[in-house]
Every structure is written in C-alpha cells, then in structure tokens.
C-alpha cells in the first residue's frame, strides 16, 4: 500500500472556540480511523494547516470534501507526495493550538505566525513540513 501525505492551510470563516475545535476533531478522528487516514491539524487565530496520510484517493477525496466545508476559505493545497513512512502514525488526527507562547519556542520563528495566511505557504513546502514537524511532539487536546 503507497502512502501519501497532502498538505494544505485555509483560513476559519467563523470563531473557533474550543468546543468547536473539540467537535471538528471528533468528527475529523472518526472519519479519519474510517478510512485509514493519519494527520495533524494546527490552528492559530482562525489558520488552519493540516496534514493527510493515506491512500492516495482516500486523502484526495477527504481534501474535496475539506475544501467545499463552508466553515473555511482560501482553502490551499500546500503539497501532495508519496512518503515512505507515516509522520502521524498513532494520530488518527493530532491536535495544536498555536498560542503565543508555543510562537517563541519555534526554531527559526518567523513573523507570519503573528498572522498568518495560507499565500505564506504557496511556495514554501518546506516551512510547512518544519512547522508540523515542530508541533509533532506537542498534543494540545
């Protein structure tokens, strides 16, 4: 079985408070376990970035279906690629707020985390893999 991982950022359309994150990762855990699919979501102040492991087709048609939520916009697909071996394999969907104090441990920080956009991402795959990888060890909930 070849596993892929995609990668894409979005910006919320409404207020996330914690109990709509903890509803959005309940659901996401149990489509995601469905379909054998592994990930992380980030979140900070309305970004998103998430990462899908699976199946090509599976992840793909999670990504359309992600990308027509109206929960969200300026959905952006980041990068698709086969990898050799799961980033997430125990997560199902992990989980991290992005607070300000998290901002200042980043090696290498940036402003962008300040306020960030999905057009930050567009040619910078790099950044977005080191920012999951970062945040990797960290569960929030």
């Not at 990668?7 to 359309?13: E, Q």
């Not at 952006?76 to 990898?83: A, G, V």
Request: charged share 30%; hydrophobic share 40%; net charge negative.
């Amino acid at each position: 079985m070849a596993v892929n991982c995609l990668v894409y950022v979005s910006l919320a359309n409404q207020e996330m408070s914690d109990k709509h994150l903890q509803d959005l990762l309940k659901k996401a855990r149990d489509k995601n376990e469905s379909l054998n699919i592994t990930g992380m979501l980030l979140y900070r102040d309305g970004f998103f970035m998430q990462a899908l492991e699976g199946e090509l087709n599976d992840i793909e048609s999670l990504f359309d279906v992600i990308a027509n939520d109206t929960r969200h916009r300026d959905v952006l697909l980041i990068y698709k690629k086969p990898i050799k071996q799961r980033g997430f394999p125990d997560w199902k969907m992990g989980f991290n707020k992005i607070d300000d104090k998290s901002v200042a441990t980043i090696d290498g920080y940036t402003d962008f985390l300040n306020n960030p956009t999905p057009d930050f991402f567009l040619h910078r795959a790099s950044e977005a893999e080191a920012l999951l990888d970062q945040f990797k060890h960290q569960l929030f909930f």
